[in-house]
């Protein structure tokens, strides 16, 4: 938003008003959600003691911080929610309760837990008087498969094309979508269902404020059909294009987003390397740029790790050139620090208005960065923090690049210390 729209000519702007307490609750649901899945009570009973109606948070699924911390078993955020009297028969998306997810995820201290506070096991079959187990709401086909004939493509409109075939906006159940949808002619290729299978195994388990929601799938009839929630803001792509530059508090808030999304995906043991992430797969929630999420999982890998330091032998230049890490451009052994290396280079853009590296093609500014070079700070400044944060993402050396959650770290003093009337200042020439 720009410093015109955020005035209203000396008098009051309810609509604005509503707008920021909007972005702000928003902002506390994620941040809720986010601690109790990385299982800090601190963090979770600040936020309770700052708003205490944040118990009773929802994400796109429905599922409240009861039904996080009761799937991973963190008892001490668990008490802590019931403490402030979290609803501990809730129901999301699927109709499962807390304790349904943390019997299927055998977490049988909590499982004695939210018994002791009246849990149910079970999903919503019209009455909450006839319980019945239910399963937990990932891992099985008939949980996401959808039926063609549920998805109603009479309004649909292309948003995107690729070899592979396009992603259509359509609408399931009423309910706007985004359809990836493979061309019928690939659809009998083994190493395109091998990707498509691989993808929507992978987003099954993803579950986080910051990462693009999948829905279901199609895959025992052709078109082969990846089903993610819709969301009307387009890419960072699009946006950065038409706004050029973002002011500092912009970029920072839009960088502490897609570094949350990012912090999950790195989450040990079970890390989630992107390998593309880009403006064009970063989106923007809704018009009021707000919010963003990560998404098209298309090259990710899942990696189980063994230690920390772990580095993996994965196919070379996987990705986009422009923002390649330059392990992967010269086919080296690479970790999950290649989504950091990344990260930099949007960040870098979302700063200067630019692509890193305009002047070259995509090829050669990979190149280029391989040989140990990066793109220059131009036209405007970055406030010396920032600077010295983008310097060390981008490294050469890999072991040298900061983990996502000390970058949230580091985004967040950034923030705290940004005044709201900062500008940019001009490098002398």
Known sequence: MSSADET??????????????????????????????????????????????????????????????????????????????????????????????????????????????GGLSYGQNGSHFEPKPVSPPLPNKCDWEIEPSELDFSTAVIVGKGSFGEIVR?????????????????????????????EVNLLVKLRHPNIVQFLGAVTDRKPLMLITEFLRGGDLHQFLKEKGSLSPSTAVNFALDIARGMAYLHNEPNVIIHRDLKPRNVLLVNSNADHLKVGDFGLSKLIKVQNSHDVYKMTGETGSY??????????????KKVDVFSFAMILYEMLEGDPPLANYEPYEAAKYV????????????????????????????????????????????????????????LFPQ
């Open 8 to 117: 209203s000519g000396g008098g009051s702007n309810p609509s604005l008003a509503d707008k920021k307490k909007e972005k702000s609750r928003v902002s506390r649901t994620s941040l809720i959600l986010w601690h109790t899945h990385q299982n800090d009570a601190s963090a979770v009973r600040k936020l309770l003691e700052e708003d205490k109606e944040l118990v009773r948070a929802r994400d796109y699924d429905s599922r409240t911080p009861l039904h996080v911390a009761s799937l991973h078993g963190w008892i001490e955020v668990a008490k802590c929610l019931l403490e402030y009297r979290a609803d501990v028969n809730a129901q999301d998306r699927w109709k499962n309760t807390p304790l349904a997810d943390a019997e299927g995820a055998k977490k049988h201290g909590m499982i004695e837990l939210l018994k002791s506070y």
């Open 170 to 198: 359509a609408s399931w159940r009423g309910t706007p979508v985004a359809v990836k949808r493979i061309l019928p002619s690939l659809s009998d290729d083994k190493l395109v269902i091998q990707d498509f299978r691989h």
């Open 322 to 335: 422009r923002y390649m890490a330059p392990e992967v451009f010269r086919h080296r052994k690479y970790d």
């Open 370 to 425: 391989s040989e140990g070079h990066r793109p220059t700070f131009r036209a405007k400044g970055f406030i010396t923090e920032l600077r010295e944060l983008t310097d060390q993402c981008w490294s050469q050396d890999m072991h040298q690049r900061p983990s996502f959650i000390e970058i949230l770290r580091r985004l967040e003093k950034i923030k705290e210390n940004l005044s709201p009337d900062h500008h940019w200042h």
